[in-house]
């Protein structure tokens, strides 16, 4: 199974200040035709978790752009520009390249 | 609107049975795969294994490969997970997943776009 890991594992960010999160693979993501199988989840207290991020850089519908995600290969980054409220959760990446799918230990952004 | 709707909250004793359920809406349900995905208390997510409507082809995680049953009925747009002989330490929320898919060009084959639509969850209890 692939292995991911995430660091931060808490985060503590005062709203309006940027946050980024690291996330490496134990195997490349990166397909031979260019894609990078990486996505990144944000699970907000008491919700399902919902898709931010897919394909390593790609945001899903209704993302705001505050949110960026960049990498290829083996190391991907989540950046939030301004963090807002409603961005305090926990975030997980997770791989697509193989099954079994597999998610990092996940994220915990608080407020400072 | 895509929707994925689970079944209730279950209690069961350890031993006992459960088939829980998850019903899929808004989209053509036979042309995604149906996931599974348990978080137990205060933890992260793990990802327990898909099936695929049209087929029923199933891929588990070798974790939960024997201990669940994932199944399909296309008929009724619904999915199941199963377990025969429940554990204190099954004890978790479950959530229905769709995963998303994009055909690529070059490879000419379909791939994953990550889990596009979340259920709400089915939380489960086994205690004595």
């Known amino acids: 199974d692939i292995v991911m890991t995430q660091s931060p594992l808490s985060l503590a960010v005062t709203p309006g200040e940027p946050a980024s999160i690291s996330c490496r693979s134990s195997h490349t993501l990166l397909s031979l035709t260019g894609y990078n199988y990486l996505d990144w989840y944000l699970q907000r207290p008491g919700q399902s978790p919902q898709l931010l991020i897919y394909?390593?850089?790609t945001r899903a519908s209704g993302v705001p752009d505050r949110f960026s995600g960049s990498g290829s290969g083996t190391d991907f980054t989540l950046k939030i520009s301004r963090v807002e409220a409603e961005d305090f959760g926990v975030y997980y990446c997770?791989?697509?390249?193989?099954?079994?799918?597999?998610f990092g230990q996940g994220t915990k952004l608080e407020i400072k | 609107e895509v929707q994925l709707v689970q079944s209730g909250v279950e209690m069961r004793e350890p031993g006992e049975s459960l088939k829980i359920s998850c019903k899929g809406s808004g989209y053509d349900f036979v042309n995604y795969w149906i996931g599974w995905v348990r978080q137990m208390p205060g933890k992260g997510l793990e990802w327990m294994g898909m099936?695929?409507?049209?087929?029923?082809?199933?891929d588990y995680s070798p974790s939960f490969q024997g201990r669940v049953i994932i199944s399909v009925d296309k008929s009724v747009s619904t999915a199941y997970l199963q377990w025969t002989s429940l554990q204190a330490s099954d004890t978790a929320t479950y959530y229905c997943v769709r995963e998303g898919y994009h055909f690529d060009p070059i490879d000419k084959d379909y791939s994953s776009t990550g889990i596009d639509h979340w259920g709400p969850g089915t939380r489960v209890t086994v205690s004595s």
């Open positions: 997770m791989q697509g390249v193989q099954t079994p799918r597999t």
């Open positions: 394909l390593g850089s």
């Open positions: 099936i695929h409507p049209d087929d029923s082809d199933v």
